[in-house]
């Protein structure tokens, strides 16, 4: 994809604010709507739910199905390009999309994503690139490739191929008879099972890749999870030992690369026990768009992945971001609305206000809420940036934001 840039400000042919259109108006939609509104653009956003995050505050909301024929002719004819800001957008609808408007990231891209066989595949083709490999794994299609599992991939852990995120869709098995089980449990649908492996921590890399090749990183991050879902992410020296840190922003440039991607790449990996008193690095899966535990950068980076992610879509520069600021996130779930303590209640119990005064005479709080009109448990609310001079001022800060949300400590 390459084209002359959209410039911020400048109306298209037709004499109409150039527009930039997102797939999608979830929490990432609308933090891309706000950072192309903040650089002078119109935006409009194609999603069914009447009160979604980025439908409420875009320029236009489309109010159809992903595949609506109605819905796609709407969002091309009000956009000069358009891009998606979940991978479970209907790849087929980012074609139609494509055929007429440039689209970041490309259905092909996406396809990838979308499909745990072919992006485990993708990583396979990259790795001899970076010496990156996935965890070992089986593509699990038939009962006969389920009878041909190899032994040594046992302990592991089965995936479904297709729509699985935030733990979801994911069995652990120990042997043969759980593995079955899990298998009939899942429904038979198409899955992977990967090797379960020593894990010691976990990390992602952001990557930014223009229309024209040039690719930016932005540094990466330590993750933590509870439930399978982000609970925090660290950014800071220290927070992942260099070596690796290297090898796994090389991984996700080399990635990127090989799609041929455009627009914003989040990569997830995993540390492992290397098995001699050290660690090692495996590639765990990739996200089409801006990514929960990016979400550091629009407080402690003079470029935020939101920002990124426009200047892509449009053709425009995409220097280096520069992290000027230490950085913990801690991802803001619905249970935090019920129970001041942290503690899960039950669906009928009346949601109550986390105590945000408290919070923000902190300094260096930053609060993003994403205007979903209710709380429920597991649900992303929103999420706290915290910034500090020092890694020591940022980890105190954040002990202290997590006692008042009655959240896990740091390293808990």
């Known amino acids: 994809m390459s084209f002359k840039p959209l410039l911020p ?98 259905a092909a891209c996406v396809a ?31 009962a006969e490739l389920l009878a041909a599992v190899p032994a040594d991939l046992l302990p592991g852990i089965l995936k479904t191929a297709r729509l699985g995120y935030d733990g979801k869709g994911q069995v652990r098995v120990n042997n043969r008879d759980e593995l079955a089980a899990a298998w009939a ?12 492996m020593p894990l010691q921590a976990e990390c992602s890399v952001i990557v930014a890749r223009g229309s024209d090749g040039q690719s930016v990183s932005f540094p990466v991050q330590a993750n933590t999870h509870r439930d399978g879902i982000l609970a925090l992410t660290a950014v800071y ?13 090389a991984s996700t440039v080399a990635i990127a690369n090989h799609l041929n991607y455009v627009g914003v790449l989040c990569v997830e990996y995993f540390l492992v026990d290397d098995g001699q008193g050290g660690l090692d690095l495996i590639v765990n899966e990739m996200a089409p768009r801006p990514h929960n535990s990016g979400h550091y950068t629009q407080n402690a980076c003079d470029i935020s992945q939101f920002e990124a992610q426009v200047r892509a879509l449009a053709g425009l520069p995409l220097p280096t971001p520069r992290q000027h600021s230490p950085a913990i996130m801690v991802n ?76 896990p400590a740091l390293d808990a």
């Open 332 to 407: 803001l779930l619905g249970d935090l609305w019920f129970d001041a303590n942290g503690v899960r209640a039950q669906p009928s119990a009346q949601p109550v206000s986390p105590p945000w005064a408290q919070v923000l005479a902190l300094s260096g709080t930053h609060l993003h809420l994403y205007g979903k009109l209710s709380a429920r448990p597991g649900r992303k609310m929103g999420h706290l940036n915290i910034t500090a001079p020092t890694v020591a001022e940022v980890r105190e800060t954040a002990a202290k934001v997590l006692a008042l949300l009655g959240l």
């Open 237 to 249: 020296e220290g927070a992942v030992p260099a070596v690796l840190a290297e090898r796994a922003r």
């Open 112 to 142: 990838v994503a979308q499909d745990r066989i072919k992006e485990k595949s993708h990583f396979v083709q990259c790795a001899p690139l970076s010496g990156v490999y996935p965890a070992p794994y089986a593509a699990i299609t038939s």
């Open 9 to 106: 400000g400048s109306t298209s042919a037709s004499g109409q604010q150039i527009t930039l259109g997102v797939m999608g108006g979830g929490q990432l939609g609308r933090m891309f709507v706000q950072a192309a509104q903040a650089m002078g653009y119109f935006t409009a956003v194609l999603d069914p739910d009447p009160a979604s995050p980025a439908g409420l505050i875009s320029h236009f909301h489309i109010q159809t199905p992903y595949g609506d024929e109605q819905g796609l002719a709407q969002l091309m004819q009000r956009c000069e390009a358009i891009t998606t800001e979940f991978e479970n957008v209907p790849a087929p609808a980012l074609g139609t999309l494509g055929a007429h408007r440039p689209v970041a990231p490309s």
């Open 185 to 196: 449990q899942l429904g038979g649908v198409s899955c992977v099972l990967e090797k379960l």
